[in-house]
């Protein structure tokens, strides 16, 4: 069985703030993953059988590949319904901020976020959590996902017989795709009774691996044929790689939000290495270039993402960005991979 994931104080504490909110916020980090998105819809469903009507706010646009999950059609667009959303987060009276670690990962909606007078909650997974003002703060670095975290939590509560596979799906696909489909962060007995008891709801794991992972157009497909073939930079002798996504890539592969998903995972599949470094120009603003980091074993690619890249995250998974040209992203990153090349060896 599970152990209990909050003191009997948390617990007490949090059955409080939940039983005097009427205006519940849900939000999550910027760019929303599988995680993100995953934990926001099963907590709220959660809330939803306490007679609650919480409302979701991401920060801007999700991948496609999660529109599937029931609900998502609720969700509201700080970047897209502004107004609305200041709104929601003004008039609130209980905010639950999911996975993410600081005002800051939510970009644009921060200052929302901090200037609502609500109490907050935060389910988070990240190392380093420094949320001003907050009521509760259940920060387990070692959770594979903030959605195994809501799971434990309502599964702590009593709240997990009532809920079905509007609860169930969203959070297997957020513990699925912050663990690589179970191949990271995973080896935990824990996650496996909890997959157990979500698969009781009539879930199929399998669809929902192919609604994420096989669901991509065919120019993803081809935009990492490119990618491998043309721009892939090995640095053989420090175990680690780089490629970079210019904004004309992304033109001609008419890239659209998510096809860049996992692209960072694959040169770890060569023998031996380490690292690997994802630079990708944003579509929109100049001098701005989307970084993400994957390591294996226990090189950390987070101290990586906060020494060069103005990020951070987890051990073997981080990301960050640079306020700079392409061109100067890459120097940046060979510097990067020279500094640690101590470790990466
Ligand atoms: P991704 O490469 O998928 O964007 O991010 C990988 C992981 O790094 C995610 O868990 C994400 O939360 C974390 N991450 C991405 N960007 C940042 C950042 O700027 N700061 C911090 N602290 N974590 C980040
Ligand atoms: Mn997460």
């Not at 921060?110 to 509760?136: Q, R, T």
């Not at 226990?298 to 951070?312: L, T, Y």
């Not at 392409?326 to 990067?336: L, P, W």
Request: proline share 4%; hydrophobic share 40%.
């Amino acid at each position: 069985m599970l152990k209990d994931l909050l003191s009997p104080a948390e617990c007490g504490m949090l059955r409080s703030l939940i039983d005097g909110a009427h205006n519940i916020v849900i939000c999550c980090h910027v760019n929303p993953d599988g995680d993100a998105i995953g934990a926001s819809l099963g907590w709220a469903e959660y809330l939803k059988t306490l007679g609650k009507e919480p409302a979701i706010v991401v920060p801007d646009q999700f991948p496609d590949f999660l529109q599937w999950m029931p609900g998502t059609d609720t969700i509201v667009r700080y970047d897209r319904r502004k107004d609305e959303a200041d709104a929601l987060f003004a008039g609130s009276d209980l905010v639950f901020c999911l996975d993410f670690n600081q005002p800051s990962r939510t970009d644009a909606m921060a200052d929302a976020l901090v200037g609502a007078a609500a109490p907050k909650v935060m389910f988070d997974h990240h190392l380093a959590p420094d949320m001003p003002g907050c009521s509760l703060m259940v920060s387990r670095t070692e959770m594979c996902s903030t959605s195994e975290i809501v799971f434990r939590v309502v599964w702590q509560l009593g709240g997990f017989d009532r809920l079905g596979a509007a609860f169930a799906a969203p959070v297997y696909c957020g513990m699925m795709t912050d663990t690589g489909g179970f191949t990271y962060n995973s080896t935990r007995p824990g996650i496996y009774f909890i997959i157990s008891q979500l698969l009781t709801k009539q879930i199929d794991k399998d669809k929902i691996y192919r609604n994420v992972y096989n669901n991509y157009s065919e120019n993803r497909l081809r935009l990492v044929g490119y990618v491998l073939y043309r721009k892939l930079v090995v640095d053989r002798a420090r175990h680690a790689a780089f490629f970079t996504l210019t904004r004309r890539d992304l033109l001609d592969f008419h890239f659209i939000k998510g096809d860049a998903e996992g692209l960072v995972n694959i040169p770890l599949q060569i023998k031996g290495l380490k690292l690997s470094i994802s630079l990708r120009e944003d579509r929109d603003r100049d001098n701005l270039v989307w970084v993400s980091l994957r390591s294996v074993d226990d090189f950390p690619c987070n101290k990586v993402a906060e020494m060069f890249f103005n990020g951070g995250g987890h051990l073997n998974a981080s990301g960050g960005r640079l306020n700079c040209s392409i061109d100067e992203a890459v120097e940046i990153t060979k510097r990067a991979i020279a500094h640690f090349e101590p470790t990466l060896k």
